[in-house]
């Protein structure tokens, strides 16, 4: 039983990180759109494994603090090993945006695509020196594990703006029914409870002299938890919520490549497909019947809300001809602000990522300019360094785009409850409703996936755009430009949904909202944190006192 565990604890630390390396990597197996969540009773084991090795290894220098001390350096490497391994397969998509202007960035793409998992797995070098303070025999390493990680989850969604994506419990939430504790927990109370199930098998060699029974415990503890949250799945999603009276939406997916987005000579046939699909779809019913209409993010290849050109005027007459009276427009687009010069040109002091309103005859109701940008995608963090050295944002500007000044309000429109409007990258985030002074009714998540091609970056995207939607209670209506968009219901179920690559529209009803959930009310994992806190201060000051 305990052989694999020997053997590992008899390889240098150089092999060691080799194969928490491959843990890592294979960890994202978990993860959509495969979502093979049973690879984490494998992968997890095996780091805790190798950690056993770093940690429970006797004799290794004659002073005890410096054995402590080398301890929690090579834990530090394997757990970076683990999480550069992880982040590679997770995100290796981003090399994508990089052919987008392969002229000026692909000959970048092998540092950038290696940069940010190694960047990113600092999280788990620090989970694993953390955990490695804590380590000791038994069981309670396992509960190390577990506590110094979550640390590390917790961390890596809030530090330096923050990145979320692919947190552990995005793989406990696989499937709807196991989705459904997500409206209690949030995501990150799924990841703290990943963190304690997975690593079980680790338990059958925790205690070597202890009864079969008890080696058996733990495993036998998480596969009874996992089967106890399915059927509350089940019998959570025999509910369903009906939808909104007298609301019936339109979402636009133009499917139009981001090689071709921002070529002067390509906004003609943009703006016709776009315009187009809204005033027929793609069955032939017109646009009147319907009460909202969402475009995308960036729909239109210009700067929408300010601008003087004369092709922008025609547009937004066109456009105001094609809105019926009483539909409601929600699109993305760009929006500028600047000053007239004397040549009768716009000077731009600064460029948002912006959702607008429009009501009839296209007038701007009201718009929000996009808070939470992408790092390099839309702005280039240290510019004045970075920019020296000949890295720009990835988006057409160069200069990437200014963050709005205020967090997302609550948008008002005829027929239906208030709404959320969340751009692109921002759904990602946690706990977006909680300072409110009114509970939308519905969130619209406009987005443009379409930098990353045909990989796993989107399906990942819209997963945790449904953990939001059962976190919160609240339906989502999602536009996306190239896929995939979809209208999602409170508890996580796709109603309808566009394909990556498709172009068409779909015509549905706005889903109701179902009451606050547990989560929306406490927000709990910040009250787990405080809790587990005072626990992993007491487990570090035994293991420091024992080395000592």
């Avoid at 993860?31 to 780091?47: E, G």
């Amino acid at each position: 039983m305990d052989a694999l565990p020997r053997l590992i604890a008899q390889l240098n630390t150089g092999k060691l990180a080799l194969i928490a390396f491959v843990a890592g990597a294979l960890s994202v197996l978990a993860m959509a759109p495969y979502f093979l969540w049973p690879i984490l009773f494998i992968t997890f084991p095996a780091l805790v494994w190798v950690l056993d090795a770093i940690c429970l290894r006797e004799g290794e220098a004659e002073e005890p603090l410096v054995t402590f001390g080398r301890r929690l350096r090579n834990a530090a490497i394997i757990g970076w090993a683990f999480g550069f391994g992880f982040f590679l397969a997770s995100i290796y998509w981003i090399g994508y945006a990089f052919y987008v202007d392969a002229e000026r960035y692909a000959a970048l793409m092998p540092f950038a695509v290696a940069a940010l998992p190694a960047g990113l797995g600092l999280f788990y070098a620090a989970a694993s020196a953390l955990a490695a303070a804590m380590w000791q025999r038994g069981y309670a390493r396992l509960a190390a594990f577990a506590f110094a990680f979550f640390c590390a989850e917790a961390a890596r969604g809030y530090l330096l703006t923050g990145f979320p994506w692919n947190l552990f419990g995005e793989a406990l939430a696989a499937s709807t029914p196991h989705m459904q504790l997500a409206a209690y927990t949030g995501v990150y109370g799924l990841t703290l409870a990943a963190l304690f199930i997975f690593p079980a098998p680790a338990a059958l060699i925790a205690v070597p002299e202890a009864r079969y029974w008890r080696l058996w415990s733990p495993l036998f503890l998480s596969v009874v938890a996992l089967a106890g949250s399915y059927a509350f799945g089940v019998n959570r999603l025999s509910e369903t919520a009906g939808l909104v009276d007298g609301v019936r939406v339109r979402i636009v997916q133009p499917n139009i490549p981001q090689q071709e987005k921002w070529k002067p000579e390509n906004r003609q046939w943009i703006f016709d497909r776009v315009l187009s699909l809204t005033k027929s779809g793609t069955d032939g019913s017109d646009v009147s019947g319907f009460t909202h209409v969402i475009w995308p993010e960036s729909s239109v290849p210009f700067q929408f809300g300010f601008n003087n050109e004369i092709y922008i005027r025609e547009a937004r007459d066109i456009l105001a001809a094609a809105i019926p009276p009483h539909t409601t427009f929600i699109l993305g687009a760009e929006r500028a602000e600047g000053v007239m010069t004397v040549e009768n040109r716009y000077t731009f002091d600064a460029v948002y990522n912006s959702l607008f309103v429009l009501s009839e005859g296209a007038q701007i109701s009201t718009f929000y300019d996009k808070v939470h940008l992408v790092p390099f995608g839309e702005y280039v963090p240290f510019q004045g360094i970075l920019a020296a050295l000949g890295l720009r944002a990835f988006s057409h500007r160069l200069s990437g785009f200014d963050a709005g000044r205020k967090e997302a309000p609550l948008i008002e429109t005829p027929k239906a409850p208030a709404f959320l409007p969340l751009i692109c990258y921002e759904i990602i985030f946690p706990g977006r409703v909680p300072d409110l002074s009114k509970r939308p009714g519905w969130f619209v998540n406009v987005t443009n996936d379409a930098w990353f091609g045909n990989s796993t970056g989107p399906y990942q995207h819209l997963h945790q755009v449904r953990l939001r939607a059962v976190e919160e209670g609240l339906p989502v209506m999602r536009s996306a430009n190239t896929g995939i968009s979809a209208v999602i219901d409170p508890y996580g179920r796709i109603l309808a949904q566009l394909g990556l690559g498709e172009t068409g529209v779909i015509d549905h009803g706005l889903p109701k909202a179902i009451p606050r959930t547990f989560y929306e009310e406490t927000r709990l994992p910040a009250f787990i944190f405080l809790f587990l806190l005072p626990f992993e201060f007491y487990l570090i000051i035994v293991a420091f006192a024992k080395a000592s």
